[in-house]
């Protein structure tokens, strides 16, 4: 990446983000109904056993690793940003507060699952580190549209160039620098897909 900011502008206010694409709902979705449904516990749980689940300590350690995960990706998208370097470390660092208190009410709900205050408490806990992570993933998208907005430009410079050009050698010259920059587009955009 460049150590230099796009010369693009962005219309979008970093501070007021929010989810606008039905498939960014659509992907969240699922996520938000399993945080949802463990509010849904009974006052009075029946005592009989159907099943066991999951142990709690495993499913915490499961999240604490995932959103370490992110959080070391998220660093290294932090570091290499052109734009939005501060609000991206602010979303890091809203991820890492809500991350905590998950671990905190998380912690107090394992020793009493269906009490109803602690499950709410972890509830409320889980919602607030997927809006953050959100937000954050949010803001990661913007860095690489910038990014990828940033070499469209160039590209558009090298083929006005190529349609400006007056003799062969030029014309042989500009071409390959068509080639690469399109080469490099189509490259940017593949990895943005994947």
Known sequence: MSTKGPSIKL????RDLQIQTFTVEKLLEP???QVTTLVNCPENPSSKKKGRSKRARVLLASV???????LDKGEKIA???AVFKEELHAALADVQKERQALKV??????SDPCYLPKRQAVVQAARSLLTAVTRLLILADMVDVAYL???????????????????????????QKFRKDLENLDYLAYKRQQ
Request: hydrophobic letters at 40%; a negative charge.
């Open 149 to 175: 907005l940033e070499h469209l430009t160039v590209f558009q410079r090298t083929f006005e160039s190529l349609r400006n050009v007056s003799n062969k050698s030029d014309l042989q010259k500009t071409y």
């Open 11 to 14: 219309k979008i206010d970093p």
């Open 64 to 70: 604490e690793e995932a959103t370490w995960n992110l």
């Open 31 to 33: 996520l938000i109904i």
């Open 105 to 110: 009410s998380a912690e107090a709900f394992t």
């Open 79 to 81: 570091k290499e940003a």
